[in-house]
């Protein structure tokens, strides 16, 4: 689906081409009297097109990307191709492709071993960044879930930035979790601490130790939550699920999105509060969604395999 997506995306580029010629429409109406769905991808694409504002609006979500793009913003005006590309860029997650060293589609990497020797496992959904020096080892997480088993250098502090803070690796094994800034204060973070210890940097230069067996959450602002006993026998999410604990249904269905590309949408600020409890198999979210709501007398609809809404 991808393939056919990219190839529809770039015929769609042509078609906006100033040299487009009748030759290239003949070419392409063979490609779309070729199959069914190819018709189908184009629809797509053009409907992309016609968000292309909203689209590139949601550039100023990437910080990194924002000071270098006041020229795109006045290329806009040029016409239609370059309005698309950017619709596509965004549809193609083209900011995270730039900014991250690593990403993650809809299921959880295998271990993978950094230049250090230490062990990074991405959740799915999730995307990091490193910058390694002879100093210090950082990785900034720029989405989703990340575990860590840090290889022990003394020299060369190994350090994992989310949601402004950062944790520092006392010779551990922990987990990050950034959620998704929908969910309030600007996005927050989790770390849960498997093996030894982690400091915690939280973003108004509070510092906190959680040792093996808690976790802790903070957020943007500064806001620093208490530490909690968790269950160090292993993560939910390496196990293919995830264990809520009197958490909001936006959080829940934020962590359950990352696994799969049916997009799930809330209606309602307080459905999006109610507070819910449970274990959910992330190997089939949209399931899980539908048992989630009919258990909790929850309405919901859905288009396909391309949309499941939420309500009442």
Same mark, same amino acid.
């Given at each position: 689906m991808k393939a056919?997506n990219? =190839? *529809?995306?770039d ?5 906006q081409?100033?040299?487009f010629? *009748?030759?290239d429409?003949?070419?392409?109406d063979?490609?779309?009297a070729?199959d ?12 992309v ?7 590139f609006?949601a550039?100023e979500?990437?910080p ?15 016409g239609?191709?370059?309005a698309? $590309?950017?619709?596509?860029?965004l549809?193609f ?6 900014l991250?060293?690593?990403?993650s589609?809809?299921e959880?990497?295998?271990? #993978?071993?950094?230049?250090d020797g230490?062990l990074?496992?991405?959740n799915?959904g999730s995307?990091?960044? /490193?910058?390694?020096s002879a100093k210090?080892r950082?990785v900034?997480?720029?989405?989703g @879930?990340?575990y /860590?088993? %840090?290889t022990? +250098?003394p020299a060369?502090? /190994?350090?994992?930035e989310?949601a402004?803070?950062? *944790?520092t ?5 922990f987990? %990050?979790?950034?959620?998704?800034p929908?969910e ?6 989790e770390v849960?601490?498997? #093996?030894?210890?982690?400091?915690v =940097?939280t973003?108004n230069?509070t510092q #906190?130790?959680?040792r *093996?067996? =808690? $976790?802790?959450r /903070?957020d ?7 530490t909690?006993?968790?269950d160090i026998?292993?993560l939910?999410?390496?196990s293919g699920?995830?264990?809520?604990e009197? @958490? $909001?249904?936006?959080?829940? #269905? @934020?962590r !359950?999105?990352?696994h799969t590309?049916t997009?799930?949408v809330i209606?309602?600020?307080? !459905?999006?509060a109610r ?5 959910f +198999?992330?190997r089939?979210? %949209?399931?899980?969604i539908e048992?989630l709501c009919?258990?909790l007398g929850? @309405?919901y609809s859905g ?5 499941v809404? !939420?309500?009442?």
């Open positions: 056919l990219a =190839e *529809a995306a015929w769609l580029l042509r078609m081409a100033p040299d010629s *009748a030759q429409r003949q070419t392409l063979a490609w779309l070729g069914e769905r190819h018709a189908a991808a184009l629809a797509r694409a053009q409907a097109l016609q968000l292309a504002p909203q689209a609006a550039l979500d990437v990194t990307l924002s000071a270098k793009m006041p020229r795109l913003r006045a290329w806009l005006p040029m239609a191709a370059v698309a $590309s950017l619709a596509l860029f549809l997650d083209g900011p995270m492709r730039l991250a060293d690593l990403r589609g809809t959880a990497l295998p271990a #993978v071993t950094l230049a230490s990074l496992q991405l799915a995307a990091v960044a /490193f910058t390694f210090q950082v900034r997480l720029l989405r @879930e990340a /860590f088993t %840090v022990k +250098d060369r502090p /190994f350090i994992v989310a402004g803070g950062a *944790a690796a006392l010779g551990t094994e987990d %990050v979790r950034l959620s998704d929908a309030g204060a600007g996005g927050a973070a849960k601490v498997l #093996v030894h210890a982690v400091r =940097e973003p230069d #906190v130790i959680v *093996a067996g =808690e $976790s802790l /903070f943007k602002n500064g806001t620093i939550g208490e909690r006993r968790i026998n292993g939910d999410w390496r699920k995830i264990v809520i009197d @958490e $909001s249904l936006a959080s829940v #269905v @934020e !359950l999105q990352r590309n997009r799930i209606l309602g600020d307080d !459905l999006k507070r819910i409890g449970g274990t +198999d992330t089939d979210p %949209v399931a899980a048992l009919r258990s929850i @309405e288009i396909g395999s391309l949309l809404v !939420l309500h009442g």
